[in-house]
């Protein structure tokens, strides 16, 4: 077995239960499996938008993070891979999920591998995962598998086959995470928060804050 790497998974659904945790956790749960069957052992930290909602606000409004959101942001950026999944509102992602995403630093995300999911009551909002969430994910310089995986409400009951059966299209999914993160060095997962992430090669905080006189 090759180093072990772990997933972060961020739901966004608002409701409980929801149809985007069960379908983030079907990603989840897929994703390990390829990743085992690659010889990879794989961990998942799972965490739900909702419970840091108001933390969010917060951070947005004073530009700090409270400790428990902090703790959740350290652990999503410095994850191997990133599962995200929203529901989709008004023909786009959910204002929660877009707040989460603007308390994250720009560069945290760069090189990530990220598989995308979302819901909706119907498949007439399946293309939102590529005219509004990729395109999110690109900005932020993610590494996006191609495959981004839509659930309706009628895919739950096993009729929703207008591309693929559900099943079939998390198994696609998850099969690319696995080979992107089998690609990637799990050394090169990235903590913007870490300082030793700055102190590389003898640099100094000194020197990080301008003090280049001696050059």
Not at 110 to 130: C, E, Q, Y
């Amino acid at each position: 077995m090759t180093a072990p790497r772990r997933i972060a998974v961020v739901s966004a659904g608002l409701s409980t239960p929801s149809s985007t945790r069960m379908l983030a956790d079907r990603l989840a749960i897929a994703a390990v499996k390829h990743l085992d069957e690659r010889g990879i052992a794989a961990s998942i930290d799972t965490f739900e938008l909702r419970d840091f909602a108001h933390d969010i606000t917060n951070n947005l409004l004073t530009g700090f993070a409270p400790a428990e959101l902090e703790s959740m942001i350290n652990a999503v950026v410095s994850a191997d891979a990133l599962i995200v999944v929203t529901p989709i509102f008004s023909t786009s992602y959910s204002g929660l999920f877009k707040s989460f995403i603007d308390v994250l630093d720009k560069d945290s995300l760069i090189g990530k591998p990220v598989l995308i999911g979302a819901t909706a009551g119907t498949p007439r909002h399946s293309l939102a995962i590529d005219y509004a969430i990729r395109p999110l994910f690109a900005y932020l310089h993610s590494d996006a598998v191609s495959t981004g995986v839509f659930a309706a409400s009628e895919d739950w009951g096993g009729t929703g086959d207008q591309v693929a059966p559900l099943a079939a299209r998390v198994e696609k999914g998850a099969g690319e995470l696995a080979d992107a993160i089998s690609r990637r060095d799990p050394a090169t997962s990235f903590n913007p928060f870490d300082p030793a992430n700055y102190l590389k090669g003898g640099s100094s905080f000194d020197h990080l804050l301008g003090g280049f006189a001696g050059e």
